[in-house]
């Protein structure tokens, strides 16, 4: 298989957790040799975590994310984290990934938890 650059993809949830944390993470496919990329997040601190999971290799292709928990503070609605990938010695890449993925059309008008899935209202 031929040296391959990755593609990014943003992932965000609707949700905070019980916590008050924001969980957001960046797909990172499509990517050899299997030398993790370096990924680097534009939030930082104490309370910010980052988990980077190892790469999944597929159909020749290795696949891997890395994971940024935040108070939900840090990381309003409308605004978004950049995340930044760089594999070997290409140049890095940019995603910006949402705090906050806008509910879909099903759920608009209504109270939703976690999967878009009704709550009894109070």
Known sequence: VPEASPRLFPLSLRSENSAGQVVIACLVQGFFPSEPPKVTWSQSGNDVSIRNFPPAQAGG??????????????????????????????????????????CPVPCRGQRAGWGGSPMVPP
């Open 61 to 102: 292709l290795y696949t891997m994310s890395s994971q940024l928990t935040l108070p939900a503070n840090q990381c309003p609605a409308d605004k978004s984290v950049k995340c930044q990938v760089q594999h070997l010695s290409k140049s890095s890449q940019t995603v910006d990934v949402p705090c906050q993925v806008p």
